[in-house]
């Protein structure tokens, strides 16, 4: 069965639900917070789940953004009427995991329902990022992305560059764009891309305690001399019209990109869907740049996006259902439906074998950059990070970041700011949760 017609079964089954689920059926829930496309997809698996079998009913929910529903989740869970899963952002897992009792570990609860887990079935960039210091998974990947950089094929042919691997590659390249007429990058989300994936594609570590795998009791490492050098270069390539920011919004510098402002844009693999569709002009994806001056050979990139949670506090028989829909989610089948309609990465090495021998990258070579991403050797500062509060770290990034770009303040009292108000923060959610 190809992928247009998996779409539509999942469409007729919307209709015949009512009549096909059987009477007495488990009740689970599902809070999320994806939107628009990524929302129908979403709901197009939970039907698929629910005709599947007949034992569970499971009902999707969105709760707005990913902050709201975290906020949501946590509540619930306070008045014990907490949803029995919930997806949780990268940046708030660290909130749900370090509270205490409050989340079933996924690997624990598969294993406990008997059935059989292997973090080595998960691609390597997958594996480390919702785990413990240990390996066991906690959270189930869920919607992974990772930065890619993004090209406008006919604005760099004009220009008569190629896509650069290295930042001093980019350099060479970026006053020969501007001659042809485009500010030559824009990005979006630069603390996920110019701050901890900037560590991971260089081997650095973001914070002491294991980048807080380790401890609560940690501190900020981003007051360091490569990435000032690089926020540095990013003031100099601003000024020198090589760079535009276009605002905090993820939509606003994209859409510089998609108008054919800008020649260049550093995104999310999870945005290779929507690009498709609203790109009026042929473009390509590849590796997220790297300072050859900081590293010989560059290792690799770790996930974004969110993760599923389940909470404690429900039945035996609520936690079976939830390990058949983790079980179902995980297939090859349904993770590649998921990859192909979204963008986002095929978490199993099994879904991703099944999108090349299917032919998906023949057709959509620019699909598969992510996960070859993912793949690459990794290092010592590659599987991500567990920070307490770093929602609001990252704010501190966006503020002291947005005061570099404008002049406001130097790149050393910006960083200094930055680690002052992270390493309170980061004291603060200890206090919190010890």
Known sequence: MNIRKLIVFAGLSVSSFA?????????????????????????????????????????????????????AGIA??????????????????????NAKGAVYPVQDLLEDNGIAFDSNDY??????????SAGKMIGMPFNSSTPLLYFNKEALA?????????????EQAAPKLKAAGY?????????????????????????????????TDVKILYNNDALKMHWGKVKEWMDDGYYGYYGRAWGD?????????????????????????????????????????????PKSTFIGGA????FTGHDADEYKGIAEFYKFLTQAETQLLW??????VAITNDAYTLAKESGYYQEAPDAEIGILQLSLDGGEWTKGYRLGYYVQIRESLYKNYEKILSGQTSVDDAFNSIERESNKLLSRFNDTYN
Not at 39 to 63: C, H, M, P
């Open 123 to 132: 691609i390597p960039g997958v594996r480390h990022f919702y785990a413990d």
């Open 76 to 97: 619930a869970f306070r008045a014990r009427k907490a949803p029995h899963i919930i997806q949780v952002f990268d940046a708030g897992a660290a909130t749900v995991i």
């Open 339 to 344: 990859h192909q309609e979204t963008g986002y």
């Open 19 to 71: 009549a096909t689920i059987a009477q007495g059926a488990t009740e689970l829930t599902l809070w999320h917070a994806m939107g628009g496309r990524n929302g129908e997809v979403v709901e197009i698996l939970v039907d698929r789940f629910n005709q599947s079998q007949d034992e569970y009913r499971l009902t999707a929910v969105n709760k707005g953004g990913y902050e709201d529903t975290m906020t």
């Open 183 to 215: 500010l030559a990058l824009a990005q979006s989300h630069s603390p996920w891309i110019f701050s901890e994936n900037f560590h991971s594609r260089h081997n650095l570590p973001m914070a002491t305690g294991n980048n807080g795998y380790d401890s």
């Open 253 to 297: 510098n994209q859409d510089a990109f998609t108008k054919g402002q800008v020649a260049m844009w550093l995104g999310s693999s999870g945005s290779f869907g929507n690009l498709q569709k609203t790109a009026d002009f042929e473009f390509g994806t590849t590796y997220l740049p790297y300072w050859s001056s900081l590293i010989e050979e």
């Open 158 to 170: 004009k220009a008569g560059v190629t896509p650069p691997k290295t930042w001093e590659e980019f």
């Open 307 to 310: 993760a599923l949670f389940s």
